[in-house]
T-cell receptor, first 114, second 114 residues
Framework: GAGVSQSPRYKVAKRGQDVALRCDPISGHVSLFWYQQALGQGPEFLTYFQNEAQLDKSGLPSDRFFAERPEGSVSTLKIQRTQQEDSAVYLC????????????FGQGTRLTVV | GDSVTQMEGPVTLSEEAFLTINCTYTATGYPSLFWYVQYPGEGLQLLLKATKADDKGSNKGFEATYRKETTSFHLEKGSVQVSDSAVYFCALSDQTGGYQKVTFGTGTKLQVIP
């Protein structure tokens, strides 16, 4: 498809389990963002990739969170030893070149840690 | 750092009422401004944008004007419909750390009743 695709749409994890969330950006988009959206809140920045380079990971809440984009297209957000506070919707967005260019969002992965 | 402040919701209006959702921002540079909408069960979609001062973004009857002097980007619609019920997010894109970072407000839920 032409949009940003995320999988799985829903994930239930037991506390302590590792999870991997996948994002397929729009083809040709250089920029890729990951956001965390808690219930009733706005998206909070996690990390940013330009092609395969992770230029900003200042938003990752702990060293349990790790993201990669090895070939500059598909990205994976991994959360190790999940905790209940990790429960949220994880959004991926991709963007073309230019400052005024919009970011296109996927539908997100809703992670519930039980 | 950059930030976006928007009015808290929920905002409840009757159909055909006038809508204003306030948004102000703080940015170190000269940002582009956006309104995104999130319909129930769906992902974030761009509603409108403005890239420079005094620009007016418009779409689906919604409008917002980039006001640099008041650092505001208020969303307005003259006559809302039930189908406009959604969460609206104000956002900015600003050059930081060598890339255009997108920062969101916390969102305003709009409920339109028949």
């Amino acid at each position: 498809g032409a949009g940003v695709s995320q999988s799985p749409r829903y994930k239930v994890a037991k506390r302590g389990q590792d999870v991997a969330l996948r994002c397929d950006p729009i083809s040709g988009h250089v920029s890729l963002f990951w956001y965390q959206q808690a219930l009733g809140q706005g998206p909070e920045f996690l990390t940013y990739f330009q092609n395969e380079a992770q230029l900003d990971k200042s938003g990752l809440p702990s060293d349990r969170f790790f993201a990669e984009r090895p070939e500059g297209s598909v990205s994976t957000l991994k959360i190790q030893r999940t905790q209940q506070e990790d429960s949220a919707v994880y959004l991926c967005a991709s963007r073309g070149q230019g400052g005024g260019t919009e970011a296109f969002f996927g539908q997100g992965t809703r992670l519930t840690v039980v | 750092g950059d930030s976006v402040t928007q009015m808290e919701g929920p905002v409840t209006l009757s159909e055909e009422a006038f809508l204003t959702i306030n948004c102000t921002y703080t940015a170190t540079g000269y940002p582009s401004l956006f309104w995104y909408v999130q319909y129930p069960g769906e992902g974030l979609q761009l509603l409108l944008k403005a890239t420079k001062a005094d620009d007016k973004g418009s779409n689906k009857g919604f409008e917002a004007t980039y006001r640099k002097e008041t650092t505001s980007f208020h969303l307005e619609k003259g006559s809302v419909q039930v189908s406009d019920s959604a969460v609206y997010f104000c956002a900015l894109s600003d050059q930081t750390g060598g890339y255009q970072k997108v920062t969101f407000g916390t969102g305003t839920k709009l409920q339109v009743i028949p």
